[in-house]
């Protein structure tokens, strides 16, 4: 089984973070990932600055990066001004995010669900590059409560023939079954999964039974929403690695790597970061 593995550190990971770092030394979190072999990476999300303090000077990021063979570089937009910054930037893919509901829309992008569909056509019609679709609160939104698979699974067949469908756990209050069931549903190729309430490794393995190929991670497990309260914590990705090798999976990622990174940013950010194998090392029970 081969899982693709997209590390959101640099991105969603760090845009909950208390205190902005600056470009440079995000732009090194980012080489040091795909040092670990990590093959795709989220380098930086392209929204306001008065919005998303913590991820402004996204071009600055991109353009401190050092290329590696083998790693595919994307970044996030909410809506085409983020496309433009996007495309104009130089990454390899288009992260477009909406949500499933109109609150949480309103809320992350200012647009209804309409209009948040809309400009993802137009993105779609222009972008020579490819492009994720990820549907945000796919399982539940703290505005409204739970989501109907129903309005999930129209979304992704709207764009499913033109983006890779991807759907998120924002908030973290997905289980296994369901997770399954709606890859399954949509066809997903890829899931992001937090571990709020510490059901997203058993979530991402539900999610590969289900048909999905890529997951979503953050290294040392950081992450959040700035417009979902108490939506903490993406799975880790040495975890998520470390979890999948033993189940089989083939990532291609170093999980050493992986760790030095997760030290050195715990060492940045001043405070112990939620993931458990940086802390506990790998183990070998051959």
Known sequence: MRVTI????????????????EPSVRAA??????????????????????????????????????????TEYSGLALN????????????????????ATESFNRRNGNQTLGEAQDAAERVLARSELPVTLTISVAFGCPFEG????????????????????VVADTIGVATP?????LVQRTGARGAHLHNTRNTGYANALA???GGASLLDASCGGLGGCPYAPRAT?????????????????????ASDGLIATSVWLEGV??????????????????
């Open 6 to 21: 997209c590390d959101v550190g640099p991105r969603d990971g760090l845009q909950n973070e208390p205190e902005r770092l």
């Open 29 to 70: 979190l980012v080489n040091r990932l795909a040092a670990a072999g990590v093959p795709r990476v989220e380098a930086a999300s392209f929204v306001r600055a008065d919005a998303v303090p913590q991820m402004a000077g996204a071009e600055e990021v991109v353009a401190a990066i050092d290329r590696r063979e083998g």
């Open 80 to 99: 085409e001004q983020g496309y433009e910054r996007l495309a104009a930037s130089g990454l390899d893919r288009v992260n477009y995010t909406l949500a």
């Open 146 to 165: 739970r989501v109907d698979p129903g309005v999930v699974t129209t979304i992704a067949e709207r764009f499913a023939s033109r983006a890779e469908i």
């Open 177 to 181: 079954s369901q997770v399954r069931a």
């Open 207 to 209: 999610a590969l039974d």
């Open 233 to 253: 914590g993406n799975i880790a990705t040495e975890d998520l690695v470390y979890l999948l090798a033993g189940e089989g999976g083939e990532t291609g990622v």
């Open 269 to 286: 950010l001043g405070r112990k970061l939620e993931g458990y194998v940086y802390r506990a090392g790998t183990w070998d029970s051959s």
